[in-house]
């Protein structure tokens, strides 16, 4: 995750991005960088490391120009070093990007052939190249973007200068966030309402696949097609655009749509993606023989899921408690167990608890946690964060799926430690966990179809969602999310179970959701579906791509896009049901960001 901002004006615009760099450094500060048009031909000053040190760089260097751009990293692609800091450069395109391009590997080795000289480790440093060969062509600055962007595999926020375009921003945004910020003869581009925060707050949000041309009068916007179009421009409040909705309806909306962002932010905690390789954890795990996950909740599910992946990748016996009853069950554990916590907030009182008689007991611990300055954080010996940036809405969404995904980076780490994994398994993962941002993406854009579902779950007042195996948590989870916002009463089955009472329940009444990915019990779960159909229940069915199951009038599906989703099915089936009862609840008219009687911190028992 890093931050963008870009300015086209009137007056000294290098003080400017600065101002509105330091506002983004929440999304990442290991350097840092500004690049402006002097003279017809674009300068940069880049600095590793904080804010600050490219303040004293520019003391040192002043830059002065009424059109720039600025960066502030979060290293994903390459050490934090100044080489690898953002502006990237290349001919005549300078260019900033908060994103990360999957085939730049690809792209690289297809540039490098042709004489383009790489001076970073960067993916970003690509798409200077690709735009400055398309420049070299012919083909005017917009025209050249786009040929560039179609060519890019992966998630993108861009802002571009030209050497000799001097009131010319050019910006795209799929997969990370990008607006258009719109003033008094300046514009503006930005990460979000706070990076424009200071200079205007006056906002377009541009949807996926747009590509702006932004000039000092105004901005030319077009689609994912190249077609023209308007965006709305909408005023938002700057002053705490970090804790405000922007273009959503609730904080729920808002995070569900974060999620390819936070997502590949957590992932590029633990995976190096230059060489594709998961970074080494500080925790011995040869010395371990078994592991004791607490959590409460949404969390609990994730360290249910977790489970799967240890045993059955790593070989390592995992037991999965909920904090509240863990804590008073005084449980035998092995002195070789590593106890870890798994908490949004880091302060959940019983799973702090919990975290803390383990410690007592001399079991190694470890928290994953999305907020770093926590109690778990710091009582735990090792800090295993997720990146999901603050989860407002009560229902937490962005926290468990970057959960998911740090969990499962970790159990590849230990499973390779173990010897559990060969090199062509491991490589075969990442790239599934590679592909995750943009696959997620893609889940989302089902919106309009999970919404027309939704109409139907609004007058119910019960609903039963079906999983087997590691979506049976999945299952849990869909329940747990549409009882909290909706307040329908919901329940979740493994699906093999049902025969042994829950069937009961089962009539023309009941919506019964159900997760189908393309997985080793599909034909099993089919035939649950049939006992299902037999006693006259409705079913809807999430379905990966792949996987036949014939619609009827009361057998709905949507299929997920692509064919089998393999590891990431978990994640992205759960997307789906975040975003069904998202709807449902607007159906109710319920407060969906903050549903009675709960809060978002439990830190009292
Ligand atoms: C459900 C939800 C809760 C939390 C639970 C644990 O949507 O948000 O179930 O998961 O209260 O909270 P943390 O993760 O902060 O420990």
Known sequence: MCGIIGVTGNGPVVPRLIDSLKRLEYRGYDSAGVAAMVDGAVERRRAQGKIRNLEAVLAEQPLTASVGIGHTRWATHGAPTTANAHPHKA????LVHNGIIENFAELKAELAAEGHVFESQTDTEVIAHLLDAELNTGRAPLEAFKVTLDRLTGAYALAVLIDGQDDLILGARRGSPLVVGWGEDEMYLGSDALAVGPFTQKISYLEEGDYVAVTRSGAQMFDVTGSPVERAVVQVS???????????????????????????????????????????????????????????????????????AFEKLAGLPCDVEIASEFRYRSPAVSPRTLAVAVSQSGETADTLASLTWCKAQGLKTAAVVNVHSSSMAREAEVLWPTHAGPEIGVASTKAFTTQLAGLFLLTLVLAKLRGRLTAEQETAYLAELRSLPNKTQKVLALEPQVEAWSQRFANKHHALFLGRGVHYPIALEGALKLKEISYIHAEAYPAGELKHGPLALVDEDMPVVTIAPNDQLIEKLKSNMQEVRARGGELYVFADGDVHIEESAFVHVIRLPGGSNGALSPILHTVTLQMLSYHAALQKGTDVDKPRNLAKSVTVE
């Open 91 to 94: 001919g005549r395109v300078t």
């Open 238 to 308: 700057a002053s705490s655009a970090m804790v405000e909705k922007g273009e959503y309806r609730h904080f729920m909306e808002k995070e569900i749509h974060e999620q390819p962002d936070s997502v590949q932010h957590t992932l590029s905690e633990y995976l190096d993606l230059v060489t594709g390789k998961a970074k080494p954890q500080a925790v011995d795990f040869a010395a371990l023989d078994r592991i004791q996950i607490v959590a409460c909740g949404t969390a609990f599910y994730a360290g249910q899921i977790a489970r799967y």
